[in-house]
């Protein structure tokens, strides 16, 4: 036993009756698993986790789950509205926010040659608010505007502001911006130079942009309700306190199934949007 433990990290070596000698294959696998090993003690030291206390209560979450199945069906009366509210948060927010980013992207791309210092300070003031989560930030909103819808679709719209924004004026310094400098050579303004040259070339990428942040909202969305913002969040943290599993198994296959459907209406959208 101890002879096959050895030789998994040490290849043998073989002499065959015409004296040649052959060695096996050197194999990385066992000394990976080791690292990897190594790797999750000192993750588990580092952070506090209490490795054996782990795998003795691991298996109560697969009793939960076992508690979820059947859902209660007779829960979806009250769970209808809940859903209906994130998928509106997140699509109000979603438009709401790239509406607004649809313009100023073209202001803070470099290639019109703009107010420098607006420039530089939006894009900082951009960066700051991206290391905010959706959930801060609808903390936050809660705060100021009470427990609500409406304080998770704003927190929606500013992410989905700075995302958006992002993308499109990167994606625009990409352009050829042949098109845009012969239209301004006419006299023509420079809404019309941007409707008539770059728009066309970015709207295919702007809805895209769009769908990717509703698909990414629905999801977080669903825990918005944490902290009061409305939504199906606030049935998952009930239920979760109340026990009430097969209420929360229903929510949870409302939820997979809602955003399989959105996603692939996203894929389709898409697909429309490159083939025109």
């Known amino acids: 036993m101890l002879e096959d433990i050895v030789h998994i990290f040490f290849p043998r070596t073989y002499t065959l009756g015409n004296g040649k000698t052959i060695r096996e294959k050197f194999n990385i696998i066992p000394y990976l698993v080791i690292v990897f090993a190594i790797f999750v003690f000192f993750c588990a030291y580092f952070t506090g986790t209490n490795l054996p206390l782990l795998a003795e209560r691991g298996w109560n979450f ?19 509205k809940a859903m209906l509210d994130t998928i509106n948060m997140s699509l109000l927010g979603s438009v709401f926010g790239c509406a607004i980013a649809l313009p100023v992207s073209f202001y803070l791309s470099s290639n019109f040659k703009l107010n420098k210092t607006y420039l530089v300070t939006h894009r900082f003031a951009l960066s700051l608010l991206r290391t905010l989560p959706t959930l801060v930030l609808a ?5 100021v505007l009470g427990i609500g819808a409406l304080a998770g679709t704003l927190a929606i719209s500013v992410f989905s502001y700075t995302i958006c924004v992002k993308m499109m004026y990167e994606y625009i310094e990409t352009l050829d911006m042949g098109a845009y400098e012969a239209l301004e050579s006419t006299g023509a ?3 019309r130079c941007i409707w008539g040259a770059v728009w066309p070339q970015v709207k295919g990428f702007f809805f895209s942009t ?12 669903a825990i918005l309700g944490y902290v009061g913002a409305g939504g199906i969040g606030l049935n998952i943290s009930g239920q979760l306190t109340l026990r009430k599993y097969d209420n929360l198994g229903l929510v949870l296959i409302s939820m997979t ?20």
């Open 257 to 276: 199934l809602t955003i399989m459907i959105l996603e692939a209406v996203a894929r389709y959208a898409r697909r429309k949007l490159v083939t025109g």
């Open 189 to 191: 303004s420079r809404f």
């Open 210 to 221: 769009f769908l990717y942040c509703f698909e990414s909202n629905v999801k977080s969305a």
């Open 139 to 143: 903390s936050f909103l809660r705060m």
């Open 62 to 80: 697969f009793d939960i789950l076992h508690k979820m199945i059947p859902p209660n069906w007779g829960y979806w009366d009250t769970m209808q």
